[in-house]
């Protein structure tokens, strides 16, 4: 029994053993494995390479690096540049990129150049005269009277050959009568010697010819011939037809030989004499077809020829005289009244355009954005040619497809570092002076930040606030000065005012306020 009893206690010791023994395992496994697991991690980490630290930029983005931390003269420490944080590569390191909201916000909107024919449309100012071809002077080749005044009024129509005035003149007596002695000697003459009639019949011509060189109408001479006596007035009639522009005779008057008693002029064609400018002048040729429009008339649209180009220039306002020939019926067109000429023309050629929009013009250059991706907009500088009222030829600097901005291409320029990436076209920095990168961060989107307003100067457009710190830039709480995008930021903002503004950096330390909520 007690050998029994025995074999009992030592099979439970034995079970209790063993298993006291896969515990302490067990147990020992557990608290190695962490162990394991740190060393493991600590492994990787040390394997795993750190990123080459470069330099350190200024915080308010100024073109000040330092190759050991440091802090402004604000009191903020100089940011850290890692390899791989910079734009390296050459071909996107003069881009704009803004974020795709702010690109919807500022309703930026793009077309591609494409090669076209540029039409244009060359507009002057001018005035409708008379064609001076068209003219006539009524004037006397002897000294006379103006006896009665058949035409009386300036502005009457008159037609060719119609009677205008009678005039007296003694020399013009004498003269019909030397003529009707002269006819009548040369008929008593007649079966005489060759000599005398010969005699005659000169002095017949000579008196003909005398009155003819005096504009003496053929049918006075016949009548004068047919009745042998002289008539004391003469009558002038118009030379064409036509309006009376200006009149000098007045019944009683005595006059000279040369002297322009009248003036009729035929407006059935007229001249409209245009101004041109300087710069458009190439563009005109003679015999192109012009649209010729008056206010007086501003439902008819009148078609004429350019005849003409003056060869000569007014400095004063720098245009050139071209003259459209064109007709008047019904006397539509005055002389001296308005007109506005407009030429088409054109280039048979086809060149790479863009619209006139897309060009942001400083002066001195012209500037191109183009759309390289989704945010990313890089400027370019180009060269440009013909215009027309909505396109510009490009002689260099964008392709034919390539995408640019037409439209909130400004609102860019006051929402990203547009200056400093236009910077660039002036070369790459040296390396042994690396320059401080753009600030990715204000250019990609708009930083936010609170405060309170000190001061606003509405002249200058800019506005002085005290803010709490900037997550976005590192930047802690602080008084600053901002510019305002535009002017209308600042209708609302006084001195103490509490508000919450987004604001970009457009140039190296030039910040710029873009939205401001009270």
Request: net charge neutral; glycine share 8%; no cysteine.
């Amino acid at each position: 029994m007690k050998s029994a009893t025995a074999i009992l206690f030592s099979a439970v010791a034995l079970l209790a053993a063993v298993g006291g023994g896969y515990w302490l395992g067990q147990a020992g496994q557990a608290n190695h494995a962490p162990a394991a697991a740190g060393q493991a991690a600590s492994a990787s980490d040390a394997a795993k390479p750190q990123p080459k630290l470069l330099y350190y930029r200024n915080p308010m983005g100024l073109p000040d690096t330092s190759p050991v931390p440091k802090k402004d003269p604000m009191g903020m420490d100089y940011i850290a540049v890692y390899d791989g944080e910079t734009a390296d590569d050459p071909a996107t390191a003069n881009q704009v990129k803004i974020s795709t909201d702010k690109v919807q916000k500022l309703g930026v909107r793009t077309e591609a150049a494409q090669r076209r024919s540029l039409d244009r449309t060359v507009r002057a100012a001018g005035r409708v005269e008379p064609d001076e071809r068209r003219i006539a002077v009524v004037s006397p080749k002897f000294e006379g009277y103006v006896e009665r005044l058949l035409v009386n009024v300036t502005g009457q129509y008159v037609a060719k050959g119609q009677p205008l005035f009678e005039v007296y003149s003694p020399e013009l007596v004498s003269a019909q009568r030397e003529y009707a002695i002269a006819v009548s000697g040369a008929a008593s003459l007649t079966g005489a010697d060759s000599p005398a009639q010969r005699g005659m019949a000169q002095l017949v011509a000579s008196s003909l010819q005398r009155l003819k060189n005096w504009d003496i109408s053929e049918e006075q001479i016949k009548a004068l011939v047919a009745s042998g006596q002289t008539k004391r007035t003469v009558t002038f009639r118009s030379p064409v037809s036509g309006i009376v522009t200006e009149k000098k005779a007045v019944q009683g008057m005595r006059f000279l030989p040369g002297e322009a008693l009248y003036q009729v002029s035929d407006l059935s064609a007229v001249w409209v004499v245009a101004d041109v400018f300087e710069q458009d002048l190439g563009l005109v040729k003679t015999g192109a077809k012009a649209r010729v429009s008056l206010n007086a008339y501003p439902d008819k649209a009148l078609t004429g020829t350019v005849t003409y180009i003056y060869p000569t220039l007014n400095a004063d306002t720098r245009t050139v005289p071209v003259r459209v020939e064109l007709a008047n019926p019904g006397g539509l067109l005055k002389p001296g009244m308005f007109a506005q000429m407009e030429l088409q023309v054109g280039s048979p050629a086809q060149a790479v355009t863009v619209p006139v929009s897309a060009v942001i013009d400083s002066g001195t250059r012209q500037i191109v954005l183009i759309q390289q991706a989704e945010g990313r907009f890089e400027p370019r500088e180009v060269k440009l040619g013909a215009r027309s009222d909505s396109f510009v030829e490009v002689l260099a600097g964008v392709k034919d497809g390539e995408l640019v901005v037409v439209a909130a291409n400004f609102l860019i320029d006051a929402e990203s570092n547009l200056k400093a990436a236009i910077g660039g076209f002036g070369g790459a920095p040296a390396a042994s002076a690396p320059a401080a990168p753009v600030n990715q961060g204000a250019v990609a989107s708009g930083h936010h930040a609170e405060g309170v307003v000190d001061d606003v100067d509405r002249q200058a457009g800019t506005v002085s606030v005290s803010h709490g710190p900037v997550a976005s830039l590192k930047w802690p709480a602080m008084t600053m000065e901002f510019v305002v995008a535009n002017a209308s930021l600042l209708k609302d903002l006084k001195p103490g005012a509490k508000v919450a503004f987004e604001f970009v950096e457009r140039a190296p330390g030039e910040w710029v306020i873009t939205s401001v909520k009270k």
